[in-house]
């Protein structure tokens, strides 16, 4: 990101847009999608002053712009799907280096009282974040993304309807050192542009499965991942268009292949000593369990709070239909609430001492998939922390061992988003104490939506099935 600083002010926002004539901002809705427009530099330093008006219908509507089978709340033609407030956030100014170096801003959103929205994704974050703060904790984090790409276009999209599309390259070829040369321009160009639109990645390579790259964004903290995963993804598929790549995050495009995940890790800091508050001193040869003897008291009682309240809040990680078409046993994908010391079969891995240095102890989240909202997705994984700590939980729940690893043993995480969203949702769910009655009747309803359309349609594997023969 070379010497790039952002503006802290009016003042130095002119001075930075000095030589601009016009400024792209956006915000993001309940699907992770990015919402945003083209604003004249006059508009918009109006705008970062005093906020501007934004419709409602983006927490109204669904992923195709649909509304929402019943009324939300927040926006509903009741309310004339009235304006809720914009506000600038100055502190998210980048530049699009493949849209010639237009300024860029991410806005959050407030509700028609002035306050804070309370199901806007950046605001969820942040009241979590916030509440480390004052415990003098910093949430940490990175994320890990597969996801597929296609030589196709949104036109040969269209006229296929998703199917037989062509793979960028074909076959099983994780950690291949040739295969990106097919595509080299492209690759390296996701890497090197992502550096210079402020969303660094660590390690990018190919991962198995046709067409399949991972990219492993730089840790940083809670909130600016959150921002520079949702960044990521409008990169990969903002250069996709120049080379008619069509990037897919979606977490199951193939029934007989992998998922791609949406590996999340996390870790705090503590403020005052700028150590890794997950780190224990001395390891504890009295540990419950051998797996957590250098984990702190602080790391014990965060990761309980995770594997506790995990079957309740599986949309907050599994957003979609497709969603749950990954978490099968024996691909790659955990299936069960479950954790353990290095491994990779359970939900929740825990990372540190002897394998890794304590200041690099984590906890990484391998639930959700490539299709997760990123700032709902770590909100819900620090508010959970959040309530282990508060209440110190002690995990009462054993680590995988060699037998349940083998045999998926474990309490069985939901299979589907209408049993995930019903578990969500009841009145005694963990959810609702840790998100808020505001935020998870709006976001069942969204998931129920989802359902809803999904059960009305006609899909290829009934016409397959029954159209002829039955």
């Known amino acids: 990101m070379g010497d790039f600083k952002a503006p802290t002010n009016i003042e130095e926002l002119e001075a930075q847009l000095a030589n601009d004539r016009r400024i792209k901002v956006a915000g993001i809705d309940a699907d992770g999608v990015l919402r945003g427009k083209v604003m004249s530099k006059e508009k918009f330093l109006s705008a970062a002053k005093t906020g501007f008006g934004f419709c409602s219908v983006i927490f109204g509507w669904d992923i195709v712009d649909a ?13 004339g799907f009235a304006d809720i407030e914009a ?3 100055l502190s998210s100014f980048r530049r699009i280096p493949w849209e010639g170096n237009i300024p860029f801003f991410l806005v959050s959103f407030n509700g028609a009282d002035g306050k804070p929205l309370s199901v806007c994704p950046r605001t969820l974050l942040r009241s979590v974040v916030d509440k480390f703060r004052n415990l003098g904790y910093e949430p940490m984090s990175g994320m890990e993304y597969e996801f597929f790409q296609f030589k196709e276009t949104a036109n040969s999209l269209a006229e296929k309807k998703g199917v037989n599309l062509e793979a960028l390259t074909p076959g099983m070829f994780g950690y291949s050192i040739t295969r990106p040369a ?3 321009e492209y690759f390296y160009k996701i890497f090197d542009q992502c550096e210079e639109f402020r969303c660094d990645i660590e ?6 499965g046709p067409g399949v790259y991972e990219a492993a964004l730089a840790y940083t903290t809670a909130s600016e991942i959150a921002d520079r995963a949702t960044l990521f993804k409008l990169a990969c598929k903002n250069i996709g268009v120049q080379y008619g790549i069509t990037p897919s995050f979606m977490a199951k495009p193939y029934a007989n292949q992998p998922g791609t995940s949406g590996h999340t890790h996390v870790s705090l800091v503590d403020m005052k000593t700028g150590k890794n508050a ?11 369990y051998p797996d957590i003897r250098n984990l702190s008291d602080v790391g014990r009682h965060f990761l309980a709070g995770v594997v506790e309240g995990l079957p309740d809040v599986m949309p907050m990680f599994c957003p979609t239909i497709n969603s749950y078409k990954r978490l099968v046993e024996g691909v790659w994908a955990p299936v069960t609430q479950s954790w353990g010391y ?12 002897p394998t890794a240095s304590p200041k690099a102890t984590r906890i990484e989240f391998r639930v959700p998939g490539a299709d997760m909202h990123p700032h709902y997705a770590l909100a819900t994984i620090l508010a959970l922390g959040l309530r282990g700590i508060e209440k110190k939980l ?3 729940i054993p680590p995988l061992d060699e037998k349940s690893s083998r045999e998926f043993l474990g309490t069985r995480l939901a299979k589907n988003l209408r049993t995930a969203t019903e578990l969500f949702k009841r009145k005694e769910s963990i959810a609702r104490e840790v998100l808020g009655d ?6 069942a309803l969204t998931r129920e939506h989802e359902c809803k359309v999904f059960d009305e349609a006609v899909t290829d594997w009934e016409l397959k099935r029954y159209l002829e023969m039955v």
């Not at 997950?278 to 419950?288: I, K, L, Q």
């Not at 505001?438 to 976001?443: A, C, L, Q, R």
């Open 342 to 353: 290095e491994n990779r079969v359970a939900s929740v891995r825990l990372i540190g001492p």
């Open 87 to 89: 506000v600038v956030d």
């Open 203 to 208: 390690g990018l390579h190919t991962e198995t």
């Open 394 to 396: 002690e995990l009462d």
């Open 278 to 288: 997950f780190t224990r001193d001395e390891e504890d040869s009295n540990a419950a």
């Open 67 to 79: 509304n929402y089978y019943r009324d939300s709340a927040f926006s509903h033609a009741g309310n």
């Open 438 to 443: 505001e935020f998870v009747d709006h976001y």
């Open 182 to 184: 097919l595509n080299q």
